[in-house]
């Protein structure tokens, strides 16, 4: 049983048009993650929420923003998608911030036209 | 700048042969994680190492966390096409901070 679930696996967006990427999870973890992988490279952390406590990394663009309504569920919204932006996005859960596991979803591979 | 030095970033083997792959950092990390991501599929973890030293076996794979904890190597024995996939350590530390991840080692066994 799925327990990160990420919708929709593939998405396609225009250049410019904002674009809404959903992530649930049934662990009841505090922790959730964003991520931005390319091809073949490491996860990138793009933030995460402990509870409500959005945290953004330093070298994150203002144009992803991220919205967590309650412990299940987080978003991830592109402002403007550029070319640049095409990536696979990968949500990810923990119980605590530090040396815990990640759960991950299986990603949203998104293609921006 | 804490990071994961991760080698090789790709290897292409024939099915049969043994490998090992090496995460080295300047840092001590309080555990080491490995990851295996298959294409189109999110990270799976595959172990956890916490003690300077430990050696921990998962079949055909042997993972090694080093004495001062600041690296570890994964060594695949008779590799098989269905070992493929991007393999990825990340250091953490139980005082909390992220994650840190190594670039990943593309593997690919050929049958």
């Known amino acids: 049983d799925a327990m990160v679930i990420q919708n929709p696996r593939y998405q396609v967006t225009q250049f410019g048009k904002p674009v809404t990427l959903s992530c649930s999870q049934t662990l009841n973890h505090n922790v959730m993650y964003w991520y931005q992988q390319k091809s073949s490279q490491a996860p990138k952390l793009l933030f995460h929420y402990y509870d409500k406590d959005f945290n953004n990394e330093a070298d994150t663009p203002d144009n992803f923003q991220s919205r967590r309504p309650n412990t299940s569920f987080c978003f991830l919204d592109i402002r403007s998608p550029g070319l640049g932006d095409a990536a696979m996005y990968l949500c990810?859960?923990?119980?605590?911030?530090?040396?815990?596991?990640?759960?991950f979803g299986s990603g949203t591979q998104l293609s921006v036209l | 700048t804490q990071l994961l030095e991760q080698s090789p970033q790709f290897l292409s083997i024939q099915e049969g042969e043994n490998l090992t792959v090496y995460c080295n950092s300047s840092?001590?990390?309080?555990?080491l994680q490995w990851y295996r991501q298959e294409p189109g599929e999110g990270p799976v973890l595959l172990v956890t190492v916490v003690t300077g030293g430990e050696v921990k076996k998962l079949k055909r794979l042997t993972f090694q966390f080093g004495d001062a904890r600041k690296d570890s190597s994964l060594h695949i024995t008779a590799a098989q096409p269905g070992d493929t996939g991007l393999y990825l350590c990340a250091g953490g530390y139980n005082q909390g901070g992220k994650l840190i991840f190594g670039q990943g080692t593309e593997l690919s066994v050929k049958p």
């Open positions: 840092s001590v990390f309080s555990s």
């Open positions: 990810a859960t923990s119980r605590k911030i530090g040396s815990e596991k990640l759960f």
